[in-house]
């Protein structure tokens, strides 16, 4: 499923992706997705804890990234005949659940670093 990002048609996009290894992003998300959904921890085995926040701190995960992000997984799921209907549905929903999350950290760390978020100020508010 990652290897659609790095073929995306939105430059903005793939250059999210440009200073990883395709074959690691692709270990690594399918360790992590493995792990997430009741497998072996084969990604904390080889990585230590996920620190999903922390892992994509580097990378500009913005709302616009996420569901760019969230269309290339559904865009997988739905070439995949042998995952039922009610599974991708829990899958989308998890992927959702974690590209917003991901997005919220980018958030909180842009607000730390005085950048102002989709809806946030610049400016604290008195109280």
């Excluded at 500009?60 to 990234?65: D, L, N, R």
């Amino acid at each position: 499923m990652e290897i659609r990002v790095y073929d995306d048609e939105e430059e903005w996009f793939r250059s999210i992706f440009a200073n990883s290894r395709k074959e690691d992003a692709i270990q690594n998300q399918y360790e992590f997705f493995v792990q997430r959904m009741g497998g072996p921890p084969l990604y904390s085995q080889r990585k230590g804890h996920p620190a999903l926040i922390g892992r994509h701190r580097p990378f500009p995960v913005t709302h616009q990234a996420a569901e760019r992000w969230l269309y290339h997984m559904q865009q997988a799921l739905d070439c995949i005949a042998d995952i039922d209907a009610d599974s991708k549905i829990k899958m989308n929903n998890f992927f959702r659940h974690t590209a917003f999350f991901l997005v919220a950290g980018n958030e909180l760390k842009n607000q730390n670093q005085g950048i102002a978020c989709k809806h946030g100020t610049s400016k604290p508010t008195a109280v």
